[in-house]
């Protein structure tokens, strides 16, 4: 009887020491329906959008931490760890070229905020800060561009996400919400040009 999972070893050809001399394989078929992307909104459009419904909800029911003038901050529903932020700008638009030079402005700021909040309320190491642009990047919803910011700490990875299919969260996103909007400033810090 194995005490891990099952490991595979691929044999290409011509590899001359690459990739799949050193990599083994770790299998997480049920990711399959989330890249299908079974449960997700349409593409229809705003109407369907959860980026563009959030705003109308209170801050507890949208999971919202923050508003700003042309952004919010927002608990990932399905975080990748605790206190995994999202930056989004309240238009619809699906590509960073498509934002105004004062939406640019204010997701950086909020950025910044959601990494200083985050490490005041739960001591983050670090953070992996990114957009996935386009279904084919690994956007969840590729209609309506976002910006995560995952915090990470030191011996934080784990097998529980691909041999349980449980993610380890210390928190329910209520209470989360709830630190991360109170440590959040009521006003943001200038950006450079108006320093």
């Known amino acids: 009887m ?18 799949s001399s050193v990599f083994e394989q770790l299998w997480t078929p049920y990711r399959m329906a989330y890249i299908r992307g079974e449960g997700k909104p349409s593409t229809g459009g705003a109407d ?6 959030i705003p109308a909800m209170s801050d507890e029911d949208g999971l919202v931490v923050a508003r700003g003038e ?15 932020l999202m930056v989004v700008p309240y238009r619809h638009v699906p590509d960073y070229t498509d934002l105004t030079v004062a ?3 204010e997701l950086g700021a909020f950025t910044q905020t959601a990494m200083r909040v985050v490490r005041q309320v739960s ?10 642009q386009g279904s084919v990047a690994g956007a969840g919803i590729a209609d309506h561009l976002h910006q995560h ?7 934080d ?11 380890v969260l210390p928190q329910v996103l209520a209470e989360t919400r709830r630190l991360l909007a109170a440590a959040w400033p009521s006003t943001h810090p200038a950006s450079p040009t108006e320093a």
């Not at 919010?72 to 975080?79: E, I, K, Q, S």
């Not at 910011?149 to 011996?155: D, E, I, L, S």
Request: glycine share 14%; proline share 9%; net charge negative.
């Open 2 to 19: 194995s005490d891990g999972p099952a490991q595979l070893r691929l044999t290409v050809a011509n590899d001359d020491g690459g990739p």
């Open 48 to 53: 369907d959008c959860p980026f563009c419904l």
């Open 70 to 84: 042309t952004v919010f901050a927002v608990l990932n529903l399905y975080p990748y760890n605790a206190g995994h």
């Open 103 to 105: 939406e640019v402005a």
């Open 123 to 132: 001591g983050a190491h670090g953070f992996n800060i990114g957009m996935n």
């Open 149 to 155: 910011a995952v915090p990470r700490w030191g011996g």
């Open 157 to 167: 990875t784990n097998f529980m996400p691909v041999l349980g299919l449980t993610r």
